[in-house]
Structure formats: structure tokens, C-alpha cells
């Protein structure tokens, strides 16, 4: 009983204010909760009025990201062509031969995502190949059934020109 005796004895020592709260005062579990959360709540503000801590720091990122997100203004063609092109497919083939390959709408045509690209990305497309991809029969236990049907389209630039798709 010797080592028991010690760990009963022995309390953490608490260097930090919000520590010495945390310290467990009694064995009732409920107590120890409220005083957390209590502590919780109360928030520290700097002379600046700004939050301490993370919380503060998270509010003060969301702010800038939304500023920035609402100093840009798409444009009604650049809102079509987010529209049209529906992601990126990103492909060792592609990038070794220098295309950029989106799944698009399925009604769309050729013309259509040639207008979205430069739309989106400045620059027109050299040719744009469009192919219809059959989706796939897939089995979930013991029923069958088949993906979505959907279009893949090829977009080809003239030779030394790039286009950086994953910026907005």
C-alpha cells in the first residue's frame, strides 16, 4: 500500500492561474467540470480590445479570410464557367503531356468549355476534345447497381503556355 499512499498524497502543482483552478479541489467530478467551463467563458482581452489566446487568434484569421474572399468579385462568366467546369482531374498522363483534363456538366458542349477555360483561366484553349465516360457497375453486398454517367473533357493549350488550375 506504500505506492498508493504516495499517488493520493502527491497533487499536481499548478504554476498558471487556469492550472490552479483546474486542480481538483474535491472527488466530485461535477464540481471540477463547472469550474473549467466557468473559466472557459471568461475570455482576456488585450488594451486593443482584441481577444487573447486562440480564440482570439481564430476569430482574427476568419476575419482576414473574409475579407479577402469578399474583395474579389467574379465576374457572370466566371460564374458560368464554375458552373460548367465542375472539377479538375489531375492525371500523371495529363500533367506528363501538358493538357488539363475537368469533369464537366454532362450537357455541355466542345464550345462551351472552350468559353468557360478562357472564362476562368485567361487563356484559350489550341482544342478541346469532349468524351462521354459510362459509369461503372458496382455491387454494394448483394445489390447491384451502376455509377453516374458523366463527361470528361481534354483541354489542350498552345506549346509553352500554362495555366495554374488550383488557384482561385
Known sequence: MGILDKIKKSKPQATDEKQKDAVVKSDD?????????AKDKKVDTDKSGEKKGLLGKLKKDTKDDSAKVSSKKLTAAQVQAIKILLQPIVTEKSTMTGTYTFKVKYDTSRNEVKKAFSAMYGK???KVN????????????????KRANWKK????????????????
Not at 469532349?130 to 447497381?145: A, D, L, P, Q, Y
Not at 473533357?153 to 482561385?168: H, N, P, Q, R, S
Request: glycine share 10%.
Open 29 to 37: 467530478k461535477k464540481e471540477v467540470e463547472k469550474d473549467v467551463v
Open 124 to 126: 484559350t484553349p489550341r
Open 130 to 145: 469532349v468524351m462521354n465516360v459510362r459509369g461503372k457497375k458496382v455491387t454494394f453486398g448483394r445489390i447491384e447497381g
Open 153 to 168: 473533357a481534354v483541354v489542350y493549350l498552345k506549346k509553352g503556355e500554362t495555366v495554374d488550375i488550383f488557384v482561385d
